[in-house]
């Protein structure tokens, strides 16, 4: 009986030796396959940053390659005579004594005075062109402020460019500009106002502040809200006559 049960004992103890040594195989299994995981990633990057690497490297000697042959185009544009330069200052000169609007660069070459259709009324008027003032501006006498089915609008006169008569206009009261004049330290509350304006080319729409100004030469004055990305200013140009289709317009002239 005791054979048998040191028997059992032994075979017991083996039992567990061999199921202990099961588990913990078992266990460091898991912690195995991760550290062959990560080096495999690890393999991969390594592969993937010699390949960039080396696309580095041949894109550099790319660059050195084409950097001489850059400058060597650059030195011949250098050497080139200023053929279009010349021509553009040679159009201009014809446009000038022709007195009539010339291009550059698809804008519209404009002098210091010019003529100017206005609609309404649909005369045509000697204007100012100032790139200096933002807003383009109109003489007019006798401003009433008034309202028409609830809605704003302001009457006053022009002057007529050739008979000095005054002329009437109604037109939608479009808001307020503040404007500071020289001297004044407050700013003047203008109305503005929208008209049509041909000029040489150009045919807009834009926005006129109303005031007097009968103590300056000319009733109209056209600033950067028509001449912005549409004309530029060559002050030795003569004016040209207003391009419209207004049978109006011929008959002051």
Do not use: W
């Not at 030796?17 to 991969?44: F, G, K, N, V």
């Not at 201009?92 to 206005?118: C, F, M, P, Q, R």
Request: hydrophobic content about 40%.
């Amino acid at each position: 009986m005791k054979t048998i049960a040191l028997f059992f004992t032994e075979t017991t103890g083996k039992c567990a030796i061999l199921t202990l040594t099961c588990l913990m195989l078992s266990a460091c299994s898991p912690q195995a396959d991760t550290l062959s995981e990560r080096e495999a990633r690890i393999s991969a990057r390594e592969s993937e940053l010699v390949t960039l690497f080396a696309e580095l490297v041949e894109l550099k000697k790319s660059l050195e390659k084409d950097q001489p042959e850059q400058r060597s185009t650059r030195a011949k544009d250098a050497n080139a005579p200023a053929a279009d330069i010349c021509a553009c200052e040679n159009t201009g000169a014809e446009g000038s004594s022709k007195g009539s609007a010339t291009k550059l660069d698809s804008k519209t070459i404009l002098g210091a005075i010019e003529n100017v259709h206005l609609d309404p009324p649909g005369l045509e008027f000697s204007a100012r062109i100032d790139t200096g003032a933002q807003t383009s501006s109109l003489n007019a006498l006798n401003i009433v402020e008034f309202e028409r089915d609830g809605k704003p609008f302001v009457k006053f006169n022009l002057t007529h460019p050739q008979s000095g008569e005054k002329i009437e206009l109604t037109r939608r009261l479009r808001g307020y500009v503040r404007v500071k004049e020289f001297g004044d330290r407050e700013a003047l509350r203008r109305p503005v106002v929208r008209m049509r304006v041909v000029l040489a080319d150009i045919d807009e729409q834009i926005n006129f502040t109303l005031e007097n100004r009968s103590r300056f030469k000319y009733q109209i004055l056209i600033g950067r809200n028509l001449l912005q990305d549409l004309a530029v200013v060559d002050v030795s140009k003569k004016p040209a006559p207003a391009k419209s289709d207004n049978p109006a317009t011929a008959a002051v002239k």
